[in-house]
């Protein structure tokens, strides 16, 4: 007789690996089957240099305990 745990673990496993295929991203092709070619990636434009991204000011907090020792 097979035990109850076997049977348990093997749903659980059946159900992680169907949910473990469903990631898998689908090739869009067209209505005569053929693959459609991805788009290229965008192109990368400049950051902002560092100085101009950075801001001073904001919060800073701290808490110790519980609620009251805020």
């Known amino acids: 007789m097979i035990g109850f ?3 348990v673990c093997f749903g ?3 159900i992680l ?3 473990a295929m469903a990631q898998d991203e689908a090739t869009p092709r067209t209505p ?3 693959e459609i ?3 290229p990636p965008p192109k990368r434009t400049r950051k902002a240099p560092l100085t101009r ?3 001073a000011g904001g919060w800073l907090g701290a808490a110790f305990g519980s609620d009251v020792d805020y």
């Open 37 to 39: 070619d991805p788009e």
């Open 53 to 55: 991204r950075m801001y």
């Open 12 to 14: 659980l496993f059946s």
């Open 5 to 7: 745990k076997r049977i």
């Open 17 to 19: 690996a169907a949910a």
């Open 32 to 34: 005569d089957g053929f």
